[in-house]
């Protein structure tokens, strides 16, 4: 069963009126009238408040007796003051519980005293309760649309002030609210009774929402988030920006809060829709949605997709996709301090964008803006676009021939013809070798594929993460050695940060450097710097670029060369001795 929802806001201004009477010909005393002020203590301004005299009567100074409609309600006829018509039927039709409290109830002290009685039942089960019955907000609801202003708030000294009312039971409702996006919800309606100066702070009323992705190289830490008395921490490594392979799989977390004032509406509407660049294909399988209560996840208590949860339109590859919640107020345990978190995978494709502008993902959210109108199809609002990005990189290599120069016109590159060009495989941290297809890295893989050198000696591997890899030479130009294993080191430096993409949109204010080392990217113990891309520069296109050099190989002699006639002589040479000795020892015989 849905949970009894209480407000308090409404909390003084029941318990004011425990003590109104049934009807008579009083009216206010004189030292009531114009003596009261009520104070709406927002600090924010842009925002309207109008007050509404529901009830008045005659005020002893402690109670508000004689009960009759208020001048926000009510038309003189022949100086009686009269509920506006239609707003006694509707006071009639209030529902509780399936209870019709009101029913039969057509006078002002008669109704008054149903919400005082309300309110001391109230305090017996709960004493000193600062919170008020599901009929005050009920009450408000049917009052409202026959309510007009009895006063305006004027704003000053960082708060709203209602001054020189007379003494009664007031509605007061927020009519006009700031135009910042994300910003924009109604406050419940607050019902005060001006026997004394009244005073409220209004809740907080919209939700919040951040997104992270995982990075799976760099450990920056983690984030914690905040919600009443709900803290939820991200797993370590989940920041705002991120570099990957193609082909790897990216995780991506959405984390919403409620608002503090979720019990002052029927129904809170609340809807992730999340957008993927070209280069990210959703997996929709791994979509998974949490209420968070405790500031950890429990995997066994991961909501269903489902009318009675959320409802989803993901579908593998899908550019955008919703989580929708009807009414997330409707699930068992969610309250305002509570906090919705999403997670789900998507893999970085064959189109993700190389270095700038990268690969973003962003993710806004509608939610329900004002508690006065109820309903699956009240107004909501939507927070502005929150993003991650994800970025992917370039190795470009060009292979020259021995002689070579730096810097000079007559050097040789290797070619893309049999015998001259030279092939490659680049391998991963895991040993693994990278699988080209359709000219870039998707995957890899014990062979992994083997890329070649083109007509000017250049060869690539494009869509590489920040990192460390080994590149082979696997063919050789003939007549030249083949080069030792390279150890190469992509280094790309990212800036992380809660506020990314809140307070700048631009992807190089976050790929900030990207640098190619040989053997380690510490210079200080024999790394070696081969490429700085500046902001300016390559980074641009997320390209690092470099060459190497083959060195030929040694000119031995071969068959039927000068080589042959100093073996014959050599040989001859030795013939000739060994006789000689043959003969001396002959000699020394016959001696």
Same mark, same amino acid.
Request: aromatic share 8%; with cysteine; proline share 3%.
């Given at each position: ?44 301004? /842009? ?32 100086? $009686? ?44 089960? $709960? ?51 700031? %135009? ?23 809740? %907080?009323?919209?939700?919040?929402? $951040? ?146 502008? /990268? ?59 049999? %015998? ?29 594929? $083997? ?141």
């Amino acid at each position: 069963m849905k949970k009894t929802r209480r407000f308090a806001a409404f909390a003084a201004s029941v318990l004011a009126v425990a003590c109104m009477a049934a009807p008579m010909s009083g009216v206010l005393s004189a030292d009531a009238a114009g003596t009261y002020k009520i104070t709406v203590n927002n600090t924010v301004t /842009g925002y309207t408040y109008t007050a509404s005299q529901i009830f008045t009567g005659s005020f002893d100074g402690t109670v508000l007796g004689n009960i009759v409609w208020g001048s926000g309600v009510s038309t003189l006829v022949d100086g $009686e003051a009269v509920a506006k018509a239609g707003l006694v039927d509707a006071i009639q039709k209030i529902d509780v519980d399936g209870a019709k409290p009101f029913a039969g109830k057509s006078t002002a002290a008669d109704i008054a005293k149903v919400l005082s009685d309300a309110a001391s039942a109230l305090e017996a089960a $709960e004493p000193g309760s600062s919170h008020d019955a599901t009929i005050a907000k009920k009450f408000a609801d049917a009052v409202a649309p026959y309510a007009t202003a009895t006063a305006t708030d004027d704003y000053k000294d960082s708060k709203y002030e209602f001054t020189g009312l007379d003494a009664g039971y007031y509605l007061v409702q927020n009519t006009v609210i700031p %135009g910042t996006a994300g910003t924009e919800t109604y406050t419940r309606y607050i019902l005060k009774v001006a026997g004394e100066d009244a005073s409220v702070t209004p809740k %907080g009323e919209y939700p919040t929402l $951040e997104k992270k992705v995982l990075e799976n190289v760099k450990y920056t830490g983690k984030y914690t988030h905040e919600n009443g008395t709900t803290d939820y921490t991200t797993a370590a490594k989940y920041n705002d920006v991120a570099d990957y392979n193609i082909g790897d799989i990216v995780k991506f977390e959405l984390i919403g809060t409620l608002p503090d004032n979720l019990d002052d509406y029927d129904k809170y509407k609340y809807i992730f829709e999340d957008t993927l660049s070209e280069g990210l294909t959703l997996d929709a399988d791994t979509i998974k949605v949490y209420i968070v209560n405790d500031g950890t996840l429990d995997t066994e208590t991961a909501l269903t997709s489902g009318d009675a949860t959320y409802t989803t339109d993901a579908a593998d590859g899908a550019a955008t996709f919703k989580i929708s919640f009807a009414d997330i107020s409707a699930i068992d345990g969610v309250t305002g301090n509570s906090m919705v978190i999403v997670q789900y995978d998507a893999e970085l494709n064959e189109k993700a964008v190389i270095g700038l502008d /990268g690969n973003p993902n962003q993710v806004n959210l509608t939610y329900s803006s004002n508690p006065n109108n109820d309903g699956a199809n009240g107004p909501t609002n939507k927070t502005p676009d929150e993003y991650v990005i994800v970025f992917t990189y370039e190795l470009d290599v060009t292979k020259y021939l021995a002689p070579y120069e730096e810097g000079g016109a007559s050097n040789t590159t290797a070619d893309d013809q049999e %015998g001259t060009k030279a092939g490659f495989k680049l391998y991963n941290a895991d040993g693994k070798a990278a699988v080209i297809e359709n000219g870039r890295v998707s995957g890899w893989s014990e062979e992994g594929v $083997e890329v070649t050198t083109d007509s000017y000696g250049k060869f690539s591997f494009i869509g590489l993460d920040d990192g460390t890899y080994i590149l082979k030479e696997t063919t050789t130009p003939k007549g030249y050695n083949t080069m030792k294993d390279m150890t190469l080191v992509v280094k790309a430096t990212t800036k992380n940060g809660d506020t990314y993409m809140e307070t700048d949109m631009t992807p190089s204010a976050v790929l900030t450097a990207l640098n190619l080392y040989e053997n380690s990217a510490d210079t200080a113990n024999g790394g070696k710097l081969l490429d700085t891309a500046a902001a300016t520069g390559n980074n641009a296109n997320g390209i690092v670029d470099t060459i190497i050099v083959n060195e030929k190989g040694s000119n031995l002699p071969s068959t039927g060369g000068m080589g042959t006639t100093l073996f014959y002589v050599g040989g001859g040479a030795l013939a000739l001795g060994a006789g000689v000795l043959l003969v001396t020892k002959k000699r020394m015989s016959n001696k």
